[in-house]
């Protein structure tokens, strides 16, 4: 016997107005998971206070366009994951009125390999093909082999860089996109 305990059993729902603050829990504790001991404690500490606040996730969630969704718990549900899309906004040369852009997707590193970064990420496809997107764009940190390695594995390929603030230093980061295949 390993003693090791299985996570427990996990599902997707589109969040609501009333998630905003669980969203900026699970995404100010996702941010800092991912990237402990990758970036200065400062810079990680500002950005989580600016970019994953209630208010910030309060404004996507009353958007006609961003798509929100929560991985939690089935039994005494609390979030472990998030994804965020929205219209893409990102620095490739050939952006497209009809680009989706997953602006963040996290999962708590506990329930990583459960499936639930991949539920998000079909979940974020699905969305933008309702949306009547051809291509799913997102930026990773380019030193997150890990989840750059992921993306990699369910079909997405570099397209461009960008440089990110976290805090007060910039970064680079990694645009990768994913062309969407058209119906008919």
Known sequence: MSGTVAPPALRLRRATAADAAALG???????????????????????CGREHSAARYAAWLASPVARLWLAETVDNPIAVGYLVGDRAALPVPDLRDDDYEVKRVYVLSRFQGTGAGRALMARAVEDARELGARRVLLGVYSGND???????????????????????????????????????
């Open 25 to 47: 829990l699970v995404g100010a504790a996702t941010f800092l998971e991912a990237f402990a001991g990758m970036l200065e404690p400062e810079d990680i500490l500002a950005h």
């Open 146 to 184: 890990q989840a750059i390695a992921f993306y990699r594995h369910i079909g997405f390929a570099a397209c461009g860089t960008r440089r990110f603030r976290v805090g007060s230093r910039e970064r680079d980061d990694l645009i990768m996109g994913l062309e969407l295949a058209v119906p008919g």
